[in-house]
Protein backbone atom coordinates (compact mmCIF):
# COMPACT_ATOMS: atom_id res chain seq x y z
CA UNK A 1 0.00 0.00 0.00
CA UNK A 2 1.18 3.38 -0.71
CA UNK A 3 2.00 5.68 2.62
CA UNK A 4 0.25 8.26 3.49
CA UNK A 5 3.39 10.48 4.02
CA UNK A 6 5.53 9.65 0.90
CA UNK A 7 5.70 12.61 -1.29
CA UNK A 8 4.68 11.41 -5.18
CA UNK A 9 7.53 14.00 -6.78
CA UNK A 10 9.80 11.81 -4.83
CA UNK A 11 8.76 8.51 -6.06
CA UNK A 12 8.72 9.64 -9.78
CA UNK A 13 9.69 11.48 -12.92
CA UNK A 14 7.73 11.93 -15.36
CA UNK A 15 9.21 11.41 -18.69
CA UNK A 16 9.14 13.92 -21.33
CA UNK A 17 7.36 16.23 -20.10
CA UNK A 18 7.20 19.68 -21.45
CA UNK A 19 7.21 17.77 -24.84
CA UNK A 20 3.90 16.12 -23.76
CA UNK A 21 2.34 19.22 -22.47
CA UNK A 22 3.12 21.38 -25.42
CA UNK A 23 1.93 18.62 -27.71
CA UNK A 24 -1.41 18.12 -25.43
CA UNK A 25 -1.94 22.32 -25.42
CA UNK A 26 -3.82 22.85 -29.08
CA UNK A 27 -6.24 19.97 -27.92
CA UNK A 28 -9.88 21.32 -27.92
CA UNK A 29 -11.38 21.80 -24.54
CA UNK A 30 -13.38 18.71 -22.84
CA UNK A 31 -12.38 15.72 -21.35
CA UNK A 32 -8.46 14.71 -21.30
CA UNK A 33 -7.66 10.80 -20.03
CA UNK A 34 -4.12 9.96 -18.88
CA UNK A 35 -4.45 6.35 -19.30
CA UNK A 36 -1.68 5.67 -17.11
CA UNK A 37 -1.96 8.53 -14.52
CA UNK A 38 0.99 6.83 -12.21
CA UNK A 39 1.90 9.20 -9.82
CA UNK A 40 -0.09 12.03 -11.54
CA UNK A 41 3.18 13.82 -13.03
CA UNK A 42 1.90 14.44 -16.18
CA UNK A 43 -1.70 14.82 -15.05
CA UNK A 44 -0.88 17.60 -12.77
CA UNK A 45 0.96 19.24 -15.17
CA UNK A 46 -1.68 18.84 -17.83
CA UNK A 47 -4.43 20.27 -15.46
CA UNK A 48 -2.02 23.29 -14.51
CA UNK A 49 -1.61 24.23 -18.33
CA UNK A 50 -5.53 24.06 -18.95
CA UNK A 51 -7.87 25.46 -17.07
CA UNK A 52 -10.63 24.58 -20.23
CA UNK A 53 -10.51 20.35 -19.29
CA UNK A 54 -11.72 17.73 -16.99
CA UNK A 55 -9.29 14.79 -16.80
CA UNK A 56 -9.99 10.96 -15.97
CA UNK A 57 -6.87 9.14 -14.57
CA UNK A 58 -6.90 5.46 -15.39
CA UNK A 59 -4.10 3.11 -13.51
CA UNK A 60 -3.87 -1.01 -12.80
CA UNK A 61 -2.14 -0.22 -9.46
CA UNK A 62 -4.33 0.72 -6.29
CA UNK A 63 -1.18 2.07 -4.57
CA UNK A 64 -0.47 4.24 -7.64
CA UNK A 65 -3.90 5.86 -7.65
CA UNK A 66 -3.75 6.81 -3.68
CA UNK A 67 -0.59 8.83 -4.79
CA UNK A 68 -2.33 10.22 -7.76
CA UNK A 69 -4.93 11.53 -5.56
CA UNK A 70 -2.75 13.13 -3.24
CA UNK A 71 -0.46 14.87 -5.60
CA UNK A 72 -3.91 15.59 -8.17
CA UNK A 73 -5.87 17.23 -4.63
CA UNK A 74 -5.26 20.92 -5.67
CA UNK A 75 -7.55 20.26 -8.65
CA UNK A 76 -10.18 18.61 -6.55
CA UNK A 77 -13.30 18.63 -9.02
CA UNK A 78 -11.30 18.51 -12.10
CA UNK A 79 -10.28 14.96 -11.70
CA UNK A 80 -11.70 11.83 -11.16
CA UNK A 81 -9.23 8.49 -10.97
CA UNK A 82 -10.23 4.76 -11.81
CA UNK A 83 -8.81 1.71 -10.88
CA UNK A 84 -8.53 0.40 -14.40
CA UNK A 85 -6.56 -1.33 -17.37
CA UNK A 86 -5.85 1.28 -20.14
CA UNK A 87 -6.92 -1.62 -22.82
CA UNK A 88 -10.43 -1.21 -21.39
CA UNK A 89 -10.82 2.49 -22.13
CA UNK A 90 -12.70 2.07 -25.12
CA UNK A 91 -15.38 0.34 -23.79
CA UNK A 92 -15.39 2.59 -20.45
CA UNK A 93 -15.23 5.40 -22.27
CA UNK A 94 -18.99 4.16 -24.19
CA UNK A 95 -20.16 3.30 -20.85
CA UNK A 96 -19.38 6.23 -19.35
CA UNK A 97 -20.94 8.42 -21.83
CA UNK A 98 -17.07 10.17 -22.00
CA UNK A 99 -16.68 10.23 -25.70
CA UNK A 100 -15.51 12.30 -28.10
CA UNK A 101 -12.33 12.53 -26.01
CA UNK A 102 -10.25 15.76 -26.07
CA UNK A 103 -7.00 13.95 -25.49
CA UNK A 104 -5.28 10.49 -24.16
CA UNK A 105 -2.13 10.01 -22.85
CA UNK A 106 -0.42 6.50 -22.28
CA UNK A 107 2.78 6.48 -20.50
CA UNK A 108 3.50 2.58 -20.97
CA UNK A 109 5.50 0.47 -18.56
CA UNK A 110 6.64 0.58 -14.71
CA UNK A 111 6.88 3.64 -12.77
CA UNK A 112 9.60 4.15 -9.77
CA UNK A 113 7.33 3.49 -7.03
CA UNK A 114 6.54 0.22 -8.38
CA UNK A 115 10.35 -0.82 -9.29
CA UNK A 116 11.40 0.60 -5.57
CA UNK A 117 9.07 -0.79 -3.18
CA UNK A 118 10.49 -4.39 -2.43
CA UNK A 119 7.14 -6.15 -1.37
CA UNK A 120 6.38 -5.66 -5.36
CA UNK A 121 9.15 -7.82 -6.43
CA UNK A 122 9.88 -5.86 -9.84
CA UNK A 123 13.49 -5.31 -8.67
CA UNK A 124 16.62 -7.85 -9.24
CA UNK A 125 18.62 -5.16 -6.69
CA UNK A 126 16.01 -5.58 -3.49
CA UNK A 127 14.83 -8.31 -1.85
CA UNK A 128 10.84 -9.11 -1.83
CA UNK A 129 8.70 -11.79 -3.12
CA UNK A 130 8.59 -12.65 -6.69
CA UNK A 131 5.36 -11.29 -7.50
CA UNK A 132 5.82 -8.14 -10.33
CA UNK A 133 2.02 -7.97 -10.39
CA UNK A 134 0.82 -4.30 -11.41
CA UNK A 135 -2.64 -5.02 -10.53
CA UNK A 136 -2.96 -6.78 -7.56
CA UNK A 137 -6.37 -8.23 -7.78
CA UNK A 138 -4.50 -10.24 -10.77
CA UNK A 139 -3.70 -13.65 -9.64
CA UNK A 140 -0.91 -14.59 -11.95
CA UNK A 141 2.80 -13.58 -10.12
CA UNK A 142 5.91 -14.10 -11.48
CA UNK A 143 6.59 -16.84 -8.81
CA UNK A 144 3.98 -18.65 -10.97
CA UNK A 145 5.32 -18.67 -14.62
CA UNK A 146 9.02 -19.43 -13.15
CA UNK A 147 7.72 -22.03 -11.11
CA UNK A 148 5.48 -23.86 -13.59
CA UNK A 149 6.33 -23.14 -17.66
CA UNK A 150 8.36 -25.55 -18.89
CA UNK A 151 12.46 -24.91 -19.94
CA UNK A 152 11.18 -24.44 -23.46
CA UNK A 153 8.62 -21.85 -22.61
CA UNK A 154 10.61 -19.57 -20.35
CA UNK A 155 13.47 -19.72 -22.75
CA UNK A 156 10.87 -18.39 -25.00
CA UNK A 157 9.78 -15.63 -22.72
CA UNK A 158 13.41 -14.70 -21.43
CA UNK A 159 14.23 -14.49 -24.73
CA UNK A 160 11.81 -12.99 -26.39
CA UNK A 161 10.51 -9.94 -24.08
CA UNK A 162 13.79 -9.90 -22.59
CA UNK A 163 15.90 -9.98 -25.51
CA UNK A 164 18.44 -11.55 -23.78
CA UNK A 165 20.78 -14.11 -26.04
CA UNK A 166 21.47 -16.63 -22.69
CA UNK A 167 17.89 -17.17 -22.68
CA UNK A 168 18.45 -21.01 -22.97
CA UNK A 169 20.90 -21.08 -19.96
CA UNK A 170 18.86 -18.97 -17.57
CA UNK A 171 15.61 -21.05 -18.05
CA UNK A 172 18.04 -24.31 -17.70
CA UNK A 173 19.29 -22.92 -14.59
CA UNK A 174 15.99 -21.95 -13.59
CA UNK A 175 14.53 -25.73 -14.67
CA UNK A 176 17.60 -27.44 -12.61
CA UNK A 177 17.32 -24.89 -9.20
CA UNK A 178 13.61 -25.60 -8.98
CA UNK A 179 14.13 -29.00 -8.47
CA UNK A 180 15.09 -28.43 -4.78
CA UNK A 181 12.16 -26.22 -3.99
CA UNK A 182 9.97 -23.67 -5.45
CA UNK A 183 11.90 -20.14 -6.64
CA UNK A 184 9.98 -17.37 -4.44
CA UNK A 185 12.13 -14.63 -4.15
CA UNK A 186 13.82 -11.67 -6.38
CA UNK A 187 16.90 -12.41 -4.72
CA UNK A 188 17.33 -16.05 -5.01
CA UNK A 189 16.02 -15.32 -9.08
CA UNK A 190 19.03 -12.73 -9.52
CA UNK A 191 21.48 -14.91 -8.13
CA UNK A 192 20.92 -17.98 -10.36
CA UNK A 193 20.69 -15.98 -13.39
CA UNK A 194 23.86 -14.15 -12.36
CA UNK A 195 25.15 -17.66 -11.99
CA UNK A 196 24.02 -19.03 -15.21
CA UNK A 197 25.25 -16.48 -17.41
CA UNK A 198 29.18 -16.59 -18.06
CA UNK A 199 31.22 -13.54 -17.45
CA UNK A 200 33.40 -12.15 -19.88
CA UNK A 201 34.65 -8.48 -19.40
CA UNK A 202 33.15 -6.23 -17.63
CA UNK A 203 29.45 -5.58 -17.06
CA UNK A 204 27.48 -3.05 -18.40
CA UNK A 205 23.68 -4.14 -16.91
CA UNK A 206 23.05 -6.53 -14.52
CA UNK A 207 22.75 -9.97 -15.86
CA UNK A 208 19.34 -10.48 -14.49
CA UNK A 209 18.07 -6.83 -16.16
CA UNK A 210 16.62 -9.30 -19.17
CA UNK A 211 15.12 -11.97 -17.22
CA UNK A 212 13.07 -9.54 -14.83
CA UNK A 213 12.09 -7.38 -17.88
CA UNK A 214 10.72 -10.26 -19.54
CA UNK A 215 8.87 -11.76 -16.29
CA UNK A 216 6.72 -8.11 -15.80
CA UNK A 217 5.95 -7.98 -19.50
CA UNK A 218 4.39 -11.63 -18.95
CA UNK A 219 2.87 -11.39 -15.78
CA UNK A 220 1.35 -7.54 -16.94
CA UNK A 221 0.86 -9.23 -20.25
CA UNK A 222 1.89 -5.57 -21.63
CA UNK A 223 2.43 -6.36 -25.18
CA UNK A 224 -1.14 -7.23 -25.61
CA UNK A 225 -3.97 -5.66 -27.64
CA UNK A 226 -1.56 -2.54 -27.89
CA UNK A 227 -2.51 -1.71 -31.73
CA UNK A 228 -6.36 -2.77 -31.12
CA UNK A 229 -6.35 0.35 -28.21
CA UNK A 230 -4.88 3.14 -30.11
CA UNK A 231 -7.22 2.46 -33.06
CA UNK A 232 -10.44 2.24 -30.68
CA UNK A 233 -9.42 5.10 -28.84
CA UNK A 234 -8.24 6.74 -31.96
CA UNK A 235 -11.53 6.48 -33.26
CA UNK A 236 -13.40 8.13 -29.98
CA UNK A 237 -11.04 11.52 -30.48
CA UNK A 238 -13.14 14.64 -31.12
CA UNK A 239 -11.73 16.14 -34.22
CA UNK A 240 -8.62 17.36 -33.56
CA UNK A 241 -8.61 15.53 -30.57
CA UNK A 242 -4.64 14.31 -29.87
CA UNK A 243 -3.51 10.60 -28.72
CA UNK A 244 -0.12 10.56 -27.06
CA UNK A 245 2.04 7.21 -26.31
CA UNK A 246 5.20 7.00 -24.76
CA UNK A 247 6.66 3.38 -25.47
CA UNK A 248 9.38 2.17 -23.28
CA UNK A 249 10.30 -0.92 -25.11
CA UNK A 250 10.73 -1.77 -29.19
CA UNK A 251 7.97 -3.98 -29.19
CA UNK A 252 5.49 -1.40 -27.67
CA UNK A 253 6.37 0.76 -29.57
CA UNK A 254 6.37 -1.16 -32.75
CA UNK A 255 3.08 -2.04 -32.14
CA UNK A 256 1.89 1.63 -31.36
CA UNK A 257 3.66 2.64 -34.49
CA UNK A 258 1.82 -0.01 -36.94
CA UNK A 259 -1.71 1.20 -35.36
CA UNK A 260 0.01 5.07 -36.14
CA UNK A 261 0.37 4.29 -39.63
CA UNK A 262 -2.65 2.21 -40.30
CA UNK A 263 -4.95 5.37 -38.79
CA UNK A 264 -3.10 7.28 -41.02
CA UNK A 265 -3.48 5.44 -44.38
CA UNK A 266 -5.32 6.50 -47.18
CA UNK A 267 -4.99 2.70 -48.74
CA UNK A 268 -5.13 -0.79 -47.46
CA UNK A 269 -4.58 -2.41 -50.85
CA UNK A 270 -2.05 -4.64 -51.26
CA UNK A 271 0.88 -3.57 -53.39
CA UNK A 272 0.41 -5.61 -55.83
CA UNK A 273 -2.77 -4.32 -56.89
CA UNK A 274 -2.20 -1.20 -59.07
CA UNK A 275 -5.13 1.39 -58.31
CA UNK A 276 -6.99 1.20 -54.58
CA UNK A 277 -10.13 -0.61 -54.18
CA UNK A 278 -10.18 -0.41 -50.68
CA UNK A 279 -12.54 2.67 -48.86
CA UNK A 280 -9.45 2.99 -46.22
CA UNK A 281 -9.24 7.05 -45.93
CA UNK A 282 -6.64 8.90 -43.16
CA UNK A 283 -8.53 8.89 -39.98
CA UNK A 284 -5.92 11.17 -38.66
CA UNK A 285 -2.67 12.83 -39.00
CA UNK A 286 1.03 12.27 -37.49
CA UNK A 287 2.39 14.77 -35.54
CA UNK A 288 5.83 13.27 -36.38
CA UNK A 289 7.24 10.71 -38.52
CA UNK A 290 9.81 9.75 -36.16
CA UNK A 291 9.14 8.73 -32.14
CA UNK A 292 9.96 11.96 -30.08
CA UNK A 293 13.21 11.21 -27.54
CA UNK A 294 14.79 12.90 -24.79
CA UNK A 295 17.52 15.08 -25.01
CA UNK A 296 21.00 14.27 -23.08
CA UNK A 297 20.01 16.60 -20.42
CA UNK A 298 17.09 15.13 -19.77
CA UNK A 299 18.50 11.84 -19.99
CA UNK A 300 21.34 12.56 -17.46
CA UNK A 301 18.84 13.56 -15.16
CA UNK A 302 16.50 10.76 -15.70
CA UNK A 303 18.41 7.72 -16.90
CA UNK A 304 14.74 6.17 -17.43
CA UNK A 305 14.03 8.81 -20.39
CA UNK A 306 16.93 6.85 -22.25
CA UNK A 307 14.43 4.41 -23.81
CA UNK A 308 11.61 6.55 -24.15
CA UNK A 309 9.71 6.80 -27.26
CA UNK A 310 6.27 9.35 -27.87
CA UNK A 311 3.96 9.53 -30.36
CA UNK A 312 1.51 11.53 -31.37
CA UNK A 313 -1.84 11.57 -33.40
CA UNK A 314 -4.12 14.35 -34.06
CA UNK A 315 -7.88 13.34 -35.23
CA UNK A 316 -9.20 14.51 -38.03
C1 LIG B 1 5.58 5.14 -16.25
S1 LIG B 1 4.30 5.07 -15.07
C2 LIG B 1 3.31 6.49 -15.41
C3 LIG B 1 3.80 7.72 -14.72
C4 LIG B 1 2.91 8.93 -14.89
N1 LIG B 1 2.80 9.35 -16.26
C5 LIG B 1 3.40 10.05 -13.99
O1 LIG B 1 3.68 11.14 -14.52
O2 LIG B 1 3.50 9.87 -12.79
C6 LIG B 1 3.35 3.83 -15.71
C7 LIG B 1 2.08 3.56 -14.95
O3 LIG B 1 1.25 2.83 -15.82
C8 LIG B 1 0.58 1.85 -15.10
N2 LIG B 1 0.23 0.83 -16.06
C9 LIG B 1 1.04 0.00 -16.74
N3 LIG B 1 0.32 -0.78 -17.56
C10 LIG B 1 -0.97 -0.41 -17.40
C11 LIG B 1 -2.18 -0.83 -17.99
N4 LIG B 1 -2.21 -1.81 -18.89
N5 LIG B 1 -3.32 -0.22 -17.62
C12 LIG B 1 -3.31 0.79 -16.69
N6 LIG B 1 -2.19 1.21 -16.08
C13 LIG B 1 -1.04 0.62 -16.44
C14 LIG B 1 1.55 1.40 -14.04
O4 LIG B 1 0.87 0.85 -12.95
C15 LIG B 1 2.25 2.71 -13.71
O5 LIG B 1 1.63 3.34 -12.61
Known amino acids: MARQHRNPDDLHRPVLLDTVVEHLATAPAGLFVDATVGLGGHADAILAQRADIRLVGLDRDDAALELADLKLARWAGRYELCHSDYRALPELSERRGWAPLSAVLVDMGVSSLQLDDPDRGFSFRLEGPLDMRMDRRERRTAAELVNRLDAGEL ?162
Do not use: M, W
Open 155 to 316: RALIRDYGEDPHAGRIARAIVVARESGPITSTGELAHLVEQAIPQRGPRRIHPATRTFQALRIAVNRELDGIEEFAIATARQLAPGGRLAIIAFHSLEDRAVKRAFRYLASNCECPPEIPTCVCDKRAEVKLLSSKPLQADEAEVAANPRARSAKLRVLEKI
